[in-house]
């Protein structure tokens, strides 16, 4: 009885052993089947941009000064805003760049004078011709202006106490606006030229007593040309279009930005009188909200009269600016 008991016993615990080593494989091959969990993959992003603002004040005070002077205040801004796309073959790179700058002096009857004043927008849109492709094929648009009147040779009105000058230029008088196409050359990521053979523009000029200066047809032929109101308010040109841009940085401390744009009209003079644009920025970052900056723009646009004559355009500005970043996101 106690040899059958042990049989009995042994066979019981084989069959339970048989029984839980089955169970443990059927298990493992169940969960072998079971999918690993997906990683939740990161959206791509097409978009990236950045803003920037930047400030900058001065004052002088003066009290018993014996070399004498103008007790002034002075102030500038400025906002730089990128967003750019892109995906795949595509891109689209947009630019907003604003300026403006003033000094007020209250020994000089609250003279209010402008400093600097810039608009400028471009847009480009771009498809490469090949993944590994250096060369993309473009639509660009841009527009140039300023906020407000400049003027010159200021004169004080002592009955009313009122300042007066001769007006130079105002919002939209002059207003440069084009769209060109062409194809884009970018052997680098710090410069790219871009060449349009067909480029069309309107110079805008809607005060009257500019209209002149600035290159606008009289509206007919015969009428007065002292009359500042029988002149168009736009002038259209079509042409070439040669931009190219350079920039490079140091360690992001010290950056180096240059953009030169020559034009040329055909329906006028074509290649003889060109148009000129170069635009020179430098920026040292001092420190973390504070950046020296040097700008100096240089303009030769031969339907532009100054005195009466065509002249080289060139202002330089230099600023102590605190600058702050407000949105940089990729």
Known sequence: MCVLAGLVCACTLAYSQDDVQKA?????AALSRIPEAEQEEEQPRYWTSSSQFDLGMSNTSLWN??????NTLAANGGLDAKADYAKDLL????????????FWSADKKNLMQKSNDVIYLESRLAFKTANSSKWNYTASFDFRSQFSNS????????ATQTWSGTL????????YTNIALGMEWTPTDWFNVNIAPLTGGFTICTIDELKKNYGMKLIEVGLDPAVGSNYRDALFQFGA????????????????????????DYLDKPFRHNRVNWDNKFSWQVAKYLKLSLNTWLIYDPIVLIDGIQRVQFKESFTINFTYTIANRK
């Open 91 to 102: 891109s689209w790179k947009n630019r907003l760049q604003l300026q403006y700058g003033f």
């Open 241 to 264: 279009q040669i931009k190219m841009n350079f920039k490079t940085s140091v360690n992001d401390v010290f950056t180096y930005e240059t953009q030169l744009v020559l034009f040329t």
């Open 24 to 28: 443990t494989a059927e298990a493992a």
């Open 65 to 70: 000064w014996a070399a004498g002077g103008y």
């Open 151 to 158: 003027y010159d040779t200021y004169t004080l009105d002592e």
């Open 168 to 175: 130079k230029s105002g919002f939209l008088s002059p207003a």
